[in-house]
T-cell receptor, first 116, second 114 residues
Framework: DTEVTQTPKHLVMGMTNKKSLKCEQH?????MYWYKQKAKKPPELMFV???????INESVPSRFSPECPNSSLLNLHLHALQPEDSALYLC???????????????FGPGTRLTVL | DAKTTQPNSMESNEEEPVHLPCNHS???????IHWYRQLPSQGPEYVIH???SNVNNRMASLAIAEDRKSSTLILHRATLRDAAVYYC???????????????FGKGTKLSVKP
C-alpha cells in the first residue's frame, strides 16, 4: 500500500468554525508533512513531524494546529481561519528522516478548503 | 536553501521526447537534485532524483551537468498523461542541513499536444 489518504476531499467552513483535516498512511513512514497550496502556486511547507514529534513549524499562524497521534495518522486542526486561508492542503509522508532511503515523499490528493 | 530556475511553460507533441531544463548555479555538495510533478487536481508525485551521475527509471531520465549547476529531466516519449507542472528541487540531506525538506519553486507547466 503506497497511498496517502486525506479526508475530507472538500471542506467549507466559516471563520468561527473549528474543523480538522485528517491524513493517514500505512507505509511505515516516520516522517509526515503538511503543505499549503494556493491556486496556481507551488506547495509551501507548513509542518514536519518526525517520529511523531513536531520538528519543523514554518512560522505558521496558531490558528493551524497540527497533531500526530500515532505513526500512521496526522491531523491539522483549524480554528478561526480567515478567507485567505482558503487553499489546497496537502499531506505527505516519507521514510524516517535519519535513514539513507529518505528520498521520496508520497503525497495525498489534498483537501480543498474554502473559508467563508 | 539553494534555488532553482525553470522555464514557466513548455509545449510538446505526443510521443516525442521532452527535455525540461533546470538551472541551480548555487548548488552545494550535499544537495540532491529531485524532480516532482503535479498532475491537475492531484498531489505532487516523485519522478526521479540524482546527485552527480545521470539516472534512469521507468518514468524518466535525469541528466546532470558535470559541474552540477544545471540538470535536465528527459521524458522519452511524452503522452497526454504527462501534462503537469514539473518541479526541480534541491534537497540538502546533510546532518544539520534542512534535512531534506522539499522547497518547491514555480516549476514548469508542460502541455502535451495530440
Amino acid at each position: 500500500d503506497t497511498e496517502v489518504t486525506q479526508t475530507p476531499k472538500h471542506l467549507v467552513m466559516g471563520m468561527t468554525n473549528k474543523k480538522s483535516l485528517k491524513c493517514e498512511q500505512h507505509m511505515g513512514h516516520r516522517a509526515m508533512y503538511w503543505y499549503k497550496q494556493k491556486a496556481k502556486k507551488p506547495p509551501e511547507l507548513m509542518f514536519v513531524y518526525s517520529y511523531e514529534k513536531l520538528s519543523i513549524n514554518e512560522s505558521v499562524p496558531s490558528r493551524f494546529s497540527p497533531e500526530c497521534p500515532n505513526s500512521s495518522l496526522l491531523n491539522l486542526h483549524l480554528h478561526a481561519l480567515q478567507p485567505e486561508d482558503s487553499a489546497l492542503y496537502l499531506c505527505a509522508s516519507s521514510p524516517a528522516r535519519q535513514t539513507s532511503s529518505y528520498n521520496e515523499q508520497f503525497f495525498g490528493p489534498g483537501t480543498r478548503l474554502t473559508v467563508l | 536553501d539553494a534555488k532553482t530556475t525553470q522555464p514557466n511553460s513548455m509545449e510538446s507533441n505526443e510521443e516525442e521526447p521532452v527535455h525540461l531544463p533546470c538551472n541551480h548555479s548555487t548548488i552545494s555538495g550535499t544537495d540532491y537534485i529531485h524532480w516532482y510533478r503535479q498532475l491537475p487536481s492531484q498531489g505532487p508525485e516523485y519522478v526521479i532524483h540524482g546527485l552527480t551521475s545521470n539516472v534512469n527509471n521507468r518514468m524518466a531520465s535525469l541528466a546532470i551537468a558535470e559541474d552540477r549547476k544545471s540538470s535536465t529531466l528527459i521524458l522519452h516519449r511524452a503522452t497526454l498523461r504527462d501534462a503537469a507542472v514539473y518541479y526541480c528541487i534541491l534537497r540538502d540531506v546533510s546532518y544539520g542541513g534542512s534535512q531534506g525538506n522539499l522547497i518547491f519553486g514555480k516549476g514548469t507547466k508542460l502541455s502535451v499536444k495530440p
